[in-house]
């Protein structure tokens, strides 16, 4: 399987701060690499397919960037509510596989 | 809008089995790729399984190979996971997603349900 390493797996930040959030596979994975965000004892929500579109309704204070092996998730100025665990995952393979996550919390 | 609908968890000893049930509604089931994916308490996500909207591709993680089995019933608009010979590390919150695939069995998922609880345990 296509392991995949975010980091950090834990980043404390302020509101209006600039945050990245790297996550790296063991092969590459081409632009095969989404992003999702989890708040507490909700289900993940998607926030960016094929590494760079952003979808739907996500704010766009939201990017990704990457190819290959080496992708970032950027939220450009923090708000109350992007405090969560943030997951990528690889979809080039068909066993698909995630991140460990990383959990952003407040200062 | 979109809509998924787990049940079925519960408390089950190890060997038992158990059938999770995902009931979709806000979309064209039937042409819709469709997985299952789990969280263990405290724990990351892990992609379990996917079916085509035919139900003629069928994909299974490592981890439940053998034990597990998808399937759906696209006249009624849900989408089934068959557990058996359960493991306490299969003790976990069971999503189902709905999956954009990109290719056979690979993609994002778009929407997911709220989650259903298999527990594990003797």
């Known amino acids: 399987d296509i392991q995949m390493t975010q980091s950090p797996s834990s980043l404390s930040a302020s509101v209006g701060d600039r945050v990245t959030i790297t996550c790296r596979a063991s092969?590459?994975?081409?632009?095969?690499l989404n992003w999702y965000q989890q708040k507490p004892a909700k289900a993940p929500k998607l926030l960016i397919y094929?590494?760079?579109s952003l979808q739907s309704g996500v704010p766009s204070r939201f990017s990704g960037s990457g190819s290959g092996t080496d992708f970032t998730l950027t939220i450009s100025s923090l708000q109350p509510e992007d405090f969560a665990t943030y997951y990528c995952?690889?979809?080039?393979?068909?066993?698909?596989?995630f991140g460990q996550g990383t959990r952003l919390e407040i200062k | 809008e979109v809509q998924l609908l787990e049940s079925g968890g519960g408390l089950v000893q190890p060997g038992e089995s158990l059938r999770l049930s995902c009931a979709a509604s806000?979309?064209?089931?039937?042409?819709?790729?469709m997985t299952w994916v789990r969280q263990a308490p405290g724990k990351g996500l892990e992609w379990v399984s996917g079916?085509?909207?035919?139900?003629?591709?069928?994909y299974y993680a490592d981890s439940v190979k053998g034990r597990f089995s998808i399937s759906r019933d696209n006249s009624k608009n849900t989408l089934y996971l068959q557990m058996s010979s359960l493991r306490a590390e299969d003790t976990a919150v069971y999503y189902c997603?709905?999956?954009?695939?990109?290719?056979?069995?690979?993609?994002?998922?778009?929407?997911w349900g709220q989650g259903t609880l298999v527990t594990v345990s003797s």
């Open positions: 997603a709905k999956l954009i695939e990109f290719s056979s069995g690979r993609g994002y998922f778009d929407y």
């Open positions: 806000g979309f064209t089931f039937r042409t819709q790729a």
């Open positions: 995952q690889q979809s080039y393979s068909t066993s698909m596989t």
């Open positions: 094929a590494a760079s």
């Open positions: 092969q590459s994975i081409s632009s095969s």
């Open positions: 079916t085509s909207g035919r139900a003629d591709s069928t």
